[in-house]
């Protein structure tokens, strides 16, 4: 009887084929990996803003100030593009991948792809009047205590603005803490003395410094309301007043009533 052999081919590999196998495979995995990275590359360096130069040069300063050296210059007609900014300066990479700093009054003669001029909010009256965050330390007096306290703001409008501000007092009998949250109403914000008004709620930590007067409540939330103004002193920065009326919300009988005065130097940006 005819004996029928059907031969299959074996699926064993010898160690050196796996091996080559598995170089193979981390090549390819390698490629992929530079491919996607330079994907990833050129689609971050598309992100940045393009300006190109209208003047007979742009200088390059190596760091953000006049002090600091030109060692480059951008003809006219080449482009640059924007990394970040530092207050009134733009730190720009060449097309030629040389990267440095430049001054905002320069750049604002820059073109953008479209054609239309490069414009920015500068550090001056204009900046002053709109603005999207403020903040300063402020000096004065909480309750007859002395009052050491700083804020931050930001800008729903020219004229409303949601603020907190965090301070801390020192008094003979106790020191303690606020924390206050509110808005505020700026009145004609394009004047360089601009009145404003805030209202707010925040809260009060009192600290003894004896226990001999321990005060009956240590935590106690606040509401407030007051009156205040800036006035513009210039680049960026601006002197604040402000007077806050506190009542404090108390487990006793009454509430307290808590005046605080306060002034102080902030800046824009």
Known sequence: MARSITTIPSTHRS????????RAAGWLGALASLCLLGASAAQAASDYLQLF??????ELHTAPGRGYPVTQVVA?????????????????RTERGIEGWARAQDLALTQMADGSPFTFKFGDRAGFTSHRWESGL???????????????????????KVEISAGQFFGNLSNGYL???????IFMPEWRFSPLVTLGTGFERTVPKTTLAVPTDQNNQTAYAGVGARFYLGRRFFLRGEYRHHTVFTSRDSNEVMQEWKVGFAFFY
């Open 53 to 58: 130069v209208t003047q007979p040069y742009l």
């Open 179 to 185: 924390l206050d949250a509110g808005l505020a109403h």
């Open 15 to 22: 160690p050196t084929e796996r091996a080559g196998n598995l």
């Open 138 to 160: 402020m000096l004065g007096s909480y309750g007859g205590a002395s009052l050491i306290s700083g804020f931050g703001a930001l800008s729903l409008t020219d004229q409303t």
């Open 76 to 92: 006219r007609g080449e482009a640059v593009d924007v990394l970040f900014r530092r207050t009134d300066w733009f730190k720009v």
